[in-house]
């Protein structure tokens, strides 16, 4: 299905981190018929007013980007939080679609559904074959059911409702917070004020073993809007750069992106979460779509972004 540049396209979660990017890439690519709407306007947490906007705007496509996301002490400090408001917005945000006859929704999940321990890289098939990593697995769970709700739509109403599992994402317009950010953009700051205050250390979190995948977020937006031209199936489907780091080599990167020459230090207190998730994301590359933006020139303008709204942040 190819999407008219014209089309009537919903995009949940407009402000955040990967919502923001896909507003953006869409406009860039001429699409020019988006409808967002900021939490204060519509609470996604509420059914019937998610019922009242389909009604009333009928979008006939949906890009769902809106979650509470955070890092691994987000997630592992307010489980009930991650459980009950994913679920509640995605659900409002697919039964919705359904009910107004939405010709197709994407669903965005997250590489942490897959077990803990899975072999690498990790396969779509693997999904429900081993327990999930304890730090996440709330937010996990709500975006397993997510996927499953997408196809339990497809099954008994014949919905062309699709889903996208991202490795992590970063980039402009990241959560920059040190309790509540993912990893990435928490280094950034973290030696951005090493530097500022001539600070002799920075301290990061865990072993600093743990190896990541990091997919820019425009990389990600057009991966999404692809998705949406050229993906019809069940299958929920990954997506990742195809570029492994390890926390430790981050750090490193990091530092001598944003100039900071002190230590790096690293308390083991903190918790590694899982040690590795990799996608195989070799689906999507046949399929033609490749990342675009390397990790280096991701952190660049990732740290550019949090210099512009450093002020604010502070
Ligand atoms: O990005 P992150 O918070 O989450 O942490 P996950 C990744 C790794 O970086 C962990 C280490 O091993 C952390 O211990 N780390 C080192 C730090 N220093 C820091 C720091 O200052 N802040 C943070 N946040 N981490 C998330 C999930 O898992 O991945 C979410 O919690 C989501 O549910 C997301 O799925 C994609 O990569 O471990």
């Given at each position: 299905m190819s999407i008219?540049?014209?089309?009537r396209i919903y995009v949940a979660g407009h402000r955040g981190l990967v919502g923001s990017a896909i507003a953006r890439e869409l406009r860039r690519q001429?699409?020019?018929?988006?409808?967002?709407?900021?939490?204060a306007?519509?609470?996604l947490l509420d059914s019937q007013a998610v019922n009242r906007f389909y009604a009333d705007s009928k979008p006939e496509f949906v890009i769902?980007?809106?979650?509470?996301v955070g890092g691994i002490h987000a997630n592992n400090t307010q489980p009930a939080s991650f459980l009950y408001e994913n679920l509640t917005i995605q659900n409002n945000l697919i039964h919705g679609a359904h009910l107004a006859g939405v010709k197709k929704f994407l669903f965005l999940g997250s590489s942490c559904i897959y077990p803990k321990l899975a072999p690498q890289p990790l396969k779509e098939e693997y999904l429900l074959t081993g327990p999930?990593?304890?730090?996440?697995?709330?937010?996990?769970?709500?975006?397993?059911?997510?996927?499953?709700?997408?196809?339990?739509?497809?099954?008994?109403?014949?919905?062309?409702?699709?889903?996208?599992?991202?490795?992590?994402?970063?980039?402009?317009?990241?959560?920059?917070?040190?309790?509540?950010s993912h990893v990435l953009p928490a280094l950034i700051r973290k030696f951005h004020d090493a530097k500022e205050n001539n600070a002799s250390s920075?301290?990061?979190?865990?072993?600093?073993?743990?190896?990541?995948?990091?997919?820019?977020?425009?990389?990600?937006?057009?991966a999404c809007i692809f998705l949406l031209d050229n993906?019809?199936?069940?299958?929920?489907?990954?997506?990742g750069s195809g570029a492994e780091i390890s926390i430790r080599e981050l750090a490193e990167t990091i530092k001598e992106i944003v100039g900071f020459n002190g230590r790096i230090e690293w308390d083991t207190s903190k918790p590694d979460g899982t040690p590795r998730k990799f996608l195989d994301s070799s689906t999507m590359f046949n399929m033609g779509w490749r990342p675009e933006i390397d990790i280096k020139t991701g952190i660049q303008r990732a740290y550019a972004s949090l210099l512009e709204n450093y002020p604010n942040d502070k």
């Open positions: 008219p540049k014209n089309a001429g699409y020019s018929n988006l409808i967002t709407h900021a939490r306007e519509l609470d769902d980007a809106a979650a509470k999930l990593e304890p730090t996440n697995q709330w937010y996990a769970v709500a975006k397993i059911s997510g996927i499953k709700m997408c196809e339990a739509y497809r099954r008994q109403y014949g919905c062309n409702f699709i889903s996208a599992m991202p490795t992590n994402i970063y980039g402009p317009n990241d959560n920059f917070d040190l309790n509540t920075v301290v990061c979190w865990g072993t600093g073993n743990p190896l990541r995948e990091f997919l820019y977020s425009e990389d990600l937006a057009r993906y019809d199936a069940e299958q929920f489907i990954n997506v």
